[in-house]
């Protein structure tokens, strides 16, 4: 049983009736028009944010989305825009190219030269008269349309027509991201998540402002991307999953189609093969992988640190050239993620060689490294990130310049249970409840790490205990968002209890969207 929610059964049928938009049926009426000013919520906090209390802009059959001519960009989510208040609405705005900006629209600007916002940077004007939203770069325009979208009632998000007047209250906001890396990563490894599912994930990351999902590709239990040259990966390697859970993997064609569907929302998917641990779907499919040349048995359990490479064989090597090699000409993102967790199998030196071997190899197929906490002491180039999870030496790395994403594994480990009656998830770095995950400062997390080294923040979801995509919603929501927030608004623009207030009005706009999240004490 889930506390403070529903059964698996449930959950399917409540997210089934969303799906078919009936779900607002079962639930107490909200009235629509005025937002009320409590009810205001945006997530993450804006850097700056003033509403101004006066009439509201009024989403009509008349309003139009204005973008400047020529520009495919603004377009582009111009038309996505259109799509999220055309899905609920009588009718879906046109996108219009104009010139200068028309009475009742909603103008979509992109202003590359205006030094306040940054690529990533907006300014949302919505007054009775208009809305506008400047974005200084597409991925800009884009957030600001995001932002605006979390200022229209949680309705919108329904896939239902239901006409009545849409209001955005009228505001000022000024924005743009504290840190470049806003990330979250998805164990498809210990359990298979279809990409279905792995889309609806893309979807919500986006509504947030976050713009990287690693994808944690290959473990002990699975291997889930297609490999031409070595079919066997996912043929034996990702027939399985923990427990006797069904396997699965993306082909390439499904896994470019992620790609593309992760880039259009302005997110850069991170593939991780992990090596040399973790690898015993891989040493099962094919024998020439182990040092001694007998495949082992694939592994449903959930123990870790067993397995290796056998990093003394070429073929070791070759097979790893193919692997990057395939796999970087689906992605156009500059990294690589090689894992290189909790190898207890080979001996320290021989490990840090490899490593730095595998950086060579992932920098002649055009990437670069990623890697979690135990590389930072290889010999590699400043290019090389590092993951900092648990007690590591990630100093050593940002001594030779380079960067590091912050993945404390006591705060921001989304698989760990929120409190002891949790019935899913793990407790070795500890409970995190929603407070937990937010109450703390990247800049001074660590010692020798200033921000400047810092290149954000992520929250892995490892998997060993979740079943489906429910499981996946109940562990990442809420505390995603307060990751979210710790990754993109400025130190002081950070508070708990006004963080609480915005996630309490935020539920609507959950349950619009067929969220399971977890109603933690710690909020409500
Ligand atoms: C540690 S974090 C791991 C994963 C597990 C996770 C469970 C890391 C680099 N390695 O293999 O899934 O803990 O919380």
Request: charged residues 20%; proline residues 9%.
């Amino acid at each position: 049983m889930l506390p403070h929610s529903y059964t698996t059964a449930t959950l399917r049928l409540l997210t089934l009736l969303a799906a078919a938009g009936a779900v607002a049926a079962c639930r107490p009426a909200r009235p629509e028009g005025p937002t009320p000013r409590a009810a205001v919520a945006v997530i993450p906090a804006p850097v700056s944010f003033t509403l101004s209390g006066g009439p509201p802009f009024v989403v009509d059959t008349v309003t139009v989305i204005a973008v400047e001519p020529g520009d495919a960009e603004a377009r582009r989510i111009g038309e996505w825009l259109a799509d999220l208040i055309g899905s609920t609405r009588e009718s879906t705005p046109r996108v219009v190219e104009e010139p200068a900006v028309a009475a009742r629209a909603i103008a979509l600007r992109i202003r590359p030269d205006d030094a306040r916002l940054g690529p990533e940077g907006y300014e949302l004007t919505v007054n009775p008269e208009g809305v506008s939203v400047v974005g200084g770069g597409p991925a800009g325009l884009f957030y600001g349309v995001q932002t605006l979208r979390q200022l229209m009632p949680p309705a919108v998000e329904h896939t239902a027509r239901r006409p009545a007047p849409l209001e955005i209250p009228a505001a000022h906001i000024v924005d743009r991201p504290r840190f470049e890396w806003r990330g979250m990563m998805l164990d498809v490894s210990r359990h298979f998540l279809p990409p279905e599912h792995v889309k609806r994930f893309i979807d919500l990351l986006a509504l947030y402002r976050m713009n990287r999902l690693h994808l944690h590709l290959s473990d002990d239990q699975g291997w889930r991307i297609e490999i031409r040259s070595w079919p066997n990966l996912t043929a034996h390697g990702g027939s399985g999953a923990v427990g006797g859970h069904p396997g699965g993997y993306y082909t390439q064609e499904e896994f470019a189609d992620l790609v593309a569907y992760a880039q259009a929302r302005f997110i850069t998917i991170v593939p991780e093969i992990d090596m040399p641990g973790h690898t015993n779907a891989a040493l099962a499919s094919y024998p020439e992988l182990n040092c001694d040349g007998v495949a082992p048995p694939l592994y449903e359990g959930i123990q870790v640190g067993f397995s290796a490479l056998c990093v003394d064989k070429d073929v070791t090597y070759r097979f790893i050239d193919d692997v990057v090699r395939e796999i970087s000409a689906l992605i156009p993102g500059p990294y690589f993620h090689i894992g290189g967790d909790e190898v207890e199998r080979i001996p320290h030196d021989r490990y840090l060689e490899f490593i730095s071997r595998v950086e060579r190899i992932v920098a002649v197929h055009g990437k670069r490294i990623i890697g979690w906490g135990e590389i930072a002491p290889a010999r590699l180039t400043p290019n090389a990130v590092v993951q900092h999870w648990r007690r590591d030496s990630v100093q050593l790395a940002v001594a030779r310049g380079s960067r590091v994403i912050l993945s404390p594994s006591s705060r921001v480990y989304l698989d760990m249970k929120y409190d002891a009656a949790t019935p899913i998830g793990l407790s070795w770095a500890g409970l995190i409840d929603v407070r937990h995950a937010y109450d703390w400062e990247p800049a001074t997390w660590l010692d020798g790490v200033p921000e400047s080294a810092i290149l954000g923040v992520e929250a892995p979801l490892w998997a060993e205990t979740l079943g489906t995509v429910h499981d996946y919603e109940f562990m990442a929501f809420p505390r995603l968002l307060a990751v979210a927030e710790l990754a993109w608004s400025p130190p002081q623009r950070r508070e708990w209890n006004d963080f609480r207030r915005r996630l309490r009005a935020h539920w609507p706009r959950f349950q619009a969207l067929g969220v399971n999240a977890y109603r933690s004490p710690d909020v409500w």
